[in-house]
């Protein structure tokens, strides 16, 4: 059974400063998904990461995937309010099905 | 594009209810899939459908919930009878298949069993 886990769970970071999420799984898999979700909305995807050593920046957030070590990173760099939100990462393990397993989240807050 | 439109936005049931949720997917989206998300925890595949015909249910409780995709468009999610344990926000997906395979999701009914 695929295990996707998130750490930390919950962060609370001040503005200005720089942090990482870790999202690990138990399979092989070539494709993971990152989502946001704010409270009490929908995910919203963030970024796809198709191969090993992909990485892919968005304005101050930036993911990476190394399929070797199965895991992948959520890079935030001088965080800032509006970045508050759960970020969930998600493992596509059975490509042809598209079914994703998801992980814990990690709850952020950042702190004026 | 519209997005995947689900509905009601809310519901209060009490247990031992029925209660029945509503999504349309991305025009031409023909996967599509119903999650259920217990509050604090990642969403939880129910149910996959590809066009009408179900693709996975094994992590659906056939006991209570039963859904259904009828003309392959339109699908409904449906709990009875519903248990304290079923209080969760039930997400729609449908998946855009093309390169990168992105599912995208609708806004969830947020269902409170008392």
């Known amino acids: 059974e695929l295990k996707v886990e998130q750490n930390p769970l919950f962060l609370s970071m001040q503005e200005g400063k720089n942090y990482t999420i870790y999202c690990n799984y138990s399979?092989?898999?070539?494709?993971l998904y990152w989502y946001r979700q704010d409270p009490g909305k929908s995910l919203e995807s963030l970024f796809v990461?198709?191969?090993?050593?992909a990485v892919k920046q968005e304005g101050r957030l930036m993911a990476s995937l190394d399929t070797k070590a199965r895991l992948s990173t959520l890079h935030i760099t001088a965080a800032v309010h509006d970045l508050s939100a759960t970020y969930f990462c998600?493992?596509?393990?059975?490509?042809?099905?598209?079914?994703?397993?998801f992980g814990t989240g990690t709850r952020l807050t950042i702190i004026p | 594009e519209a997005g995947v439109a689900q509905s009601p936005r809310y519901k209060i049931i009490e247990k031992r209810q029925s209660v029945a949720f509503w999504c349309n997917p991305i025009?031409?989206?023909?996967?599509l899939y119903w999650y259920q998300q217990i509050l604090g925890q990642g969403p939880k595949l129910l149910i996959q459908?590809?066009?009408?015909?179900?693709?996975?249910d094994s992590q659906l409780p056939k006991d209570r919930f039963s859904a259904e995709r009828l003309k392959g468009v339109d699908s409904t999610l449906k709990i009875q009878p519903a248990k304290l344990e079923d209080s969760a926000v039930y997400l729609c997906?449908?998946?855009?298949?093309?390169?990168?395979?992105?599912?995208?999701f609708g806004p969830g009914t947020r269902l409170t069993v008392t």
């Open positions: 998600a493992v596509d393990i059975n490509f042809g099905n598209e079914k994703l397993t």
């Open positions: 399979t092989t898999s070539d494709r």
């Open positions: 990461l198709l191969s090993n050593g």
């Open positions: 025009s031409g989206h023909a996967t």
């Open positions: 459908f590809q066009n009408n015909g179900v693709v996975d």
């Open positions: 997906a449908s998946l855009r298949v093309a390169e990168p395979y992105e599912q995208y």
